[in-house]
Nanobody, 121 residues
Framework: VQLQASGGGLVQAGGYLRLSCAAS?????IAWFRQAPGKERDFVAA????????NYADSVKGRFNISRDNVKNTVYLQMNSLKPEDTAVYHC??????????????????WGPGTQVTVSS
């Protein structure tokens, strides 16, 4: 499967962005991860193949929302109330054999190039 993330940019703290992940198929669990300079890659959110189940990192609960449109084969990450600590490169990842919307990056075999999100204070 091929993945392409888009929608990153520069925004002030308290602002919002919507990221998109276009996939070549719809039969995959898709997750967002992020990596800030000098830090490990962190889980952000995941959505099931149907879109009926989601999983979020504690740091983004209540601020971010993940959803998908299987007609368009696209997953969205709506990011509200952004903070400077949300600054990172955001990647979407996919797999068709993920248990419980895993937050572990090694569970996802397919990765797309990232999109930069920068939140200024």
């Amino acid at each position: 499967v091929q993945l392409q993330a888009s929608g990153g940019g520069l925004v002030q703290a308290g602002g919002y962005l919507r990221l998109s992940c276009a996939a070549s198929g719809s039969t995959y669990t898709i997750a967002w991860f992020r990596q800030a300079p000098g830090k490990e890659r962190d889980f952000v959110a995941a959505v099931s193949r149907s879109g009926g189940s989601t999983n979020y990192a504690d740091s983004v609960k209540g601020r971010f929302n993940i959803s998908r449109d299987n007609v368009k084969n696209t997953v969205y990450l709506q990011m509200n109330s952004l903070k400077p600590e949300d600054t990172a490169v955001y990647h979407c990842a996919a797999d068709n054999n993920v248990v419980s919307l895993s937050s572990t990056s090694s569970r996802y075999r397919y990765w797309g190039p990232g999109t930069q999100v920068t939140v200024s204070s």
